[in-house]
């Protein structure tokens, strides 16, 4: 499948990876538990963070990620790192005969990520990028469902999160970040993997800040106009000038709807209202890594592929254009 050596049942794959937060912690215990890898090495962005990272999972710490990419005894880079890096780090990996494994969005350009994806063919390596949302119990549970109330012709997906005061962080930093359904692209890749094609897009965004790079507050409302006539409204926004926390999803259809309340649901149908069980978010980059590893190592197909994550990318791409312009962009030649 790939150019490089085939993993068999009795090697390891030789990971380097990139990051130290939250992902990337989880990322590494997935690995370390796993007796077909081996961490070879990491990076973070201060000395004292990668050193301490390191430690706990029992690998090497490097002072770059130009080093990790470069090391002839690493064969798959794993990137859990700032969104704003992550083009450049992959097209690095690729360029050096590395298999990858990104979190999502493969790039905050679209260009890009375009050329990454062709880069990815070009060397025969894995690209894979992440989007656990689709594993996660909330979309098992509107997939399950969605037979069950007809056509449909609503959906609602909100996701708003107060922080009081807002961290001064590459979450709220313009350039690290992205646009912020490009940053937060599974808002937009959960709709395009349940109801396909997207024709129109339309934006509004607005963000309040007092210095150039980090804003306090992002507000994000998008329309799209799916190609079988579905309407679906995704509103993101984040920080000090929001007072109420929402997580909710809506899919309204002709003969019922469904309603996700954080982790609670309900199919609505005519007189009578039903409970829906919704899994669990935990444990998804563990059974993320295990997958990837199943595909290297015995060709296993993968939930998503680079095609479907860049779709939902030209989604959020047009939306960021639609808010900068005040227009209706048409998805129709994508």
Not at 284 to 305: C, E, I, Q, R, S
Request: charged share 20%.
């Amino acid at each position: 499948m790939y150019s490089s050596e085939a993993f068999l049942s009795n090697s390891r794959v030789r990971v380097g990876l990139v990051g130290t937060g939250y992902a990337a912690k989880l990322r590494a215990g997935a690995l370390l538990h796993d007796q077909r890898t081996l961490i070879v090495a990491i990076v973070g962005h201060t000395p004292e963070t990668t050193e301490a990272f390191a430690k706990e999972f029992q690998t090497e710490a490097l002072s770059s990620w130009q080093q990790l990419v470069e090391r002839e005894d690493v064969d798959l880079v794993v990137i859990s790192t700032i969104n704003g890096d992550h083009g450049k780090i992959a097209r690095a990996a690729l360029a050096s005969g590395k298999h990858v494994i990104v979190e999502y969005p493969l790039s905050v350009d679209l260009t890009e990520a375009e050329e990454l994806i062709a880069l990815a063919k070009t060397q025969k390596k894995l690209l894979h990028v992440e989007h656990i949302e689709l594993l996660g119990g909330l979309h098992q549970a509107l997939k399950q469902h969605l037979a069950k109330i007809g056509e449909l012709f609503y959906v609602r997906y909100s996701t708003i999160n107060p922080q009081h005061p807002a961290p001064r962080k590459w979450t709220y930093h313009h350039e690290l970040f992205g646009f912020p359904l490009i940053g937060a692209l599974s808002r937009l890749h959960r709709l395009t993997n349940l109801f396909g094609k997207v024709l129109t897009v339309n934006c509004h965004q607005r963000y309040w800040e007092t210095e150039a790079e980090y804003y306090q507050t992002c507000f994000c409302v998008t329309q799209l106009c799916f190609e079988s006539g579905l309407l679906a409204q995704v509103i993101y926004g984040k920080g000090e000038t929001l007072w109420q926390s929402e997580r909710k999803f809506e899919v309204h259809g002709e003969q019922g709807g469904l309603v996700f309340d954080g982790d609670t649901g309900v199919l609505v149908q005519p007189g009578e209202t039903t409970p829906i069980e919704v899994g669990t978010r935990r444990g998804l980059f563990a059974k993320d890594t295990n997958m990837v590893l199943d595909h290297l190592f015995h060709g296993t197909p993968l939930y998503v592929t680079p095609a479907e994550s860049l779709y939902a990318l030209k989604v959020a791409d047009a939306a960021q254009r639609a808010a900068e312009t005040g227009l209706t962009i048409f998805l129709t030649d994508q």
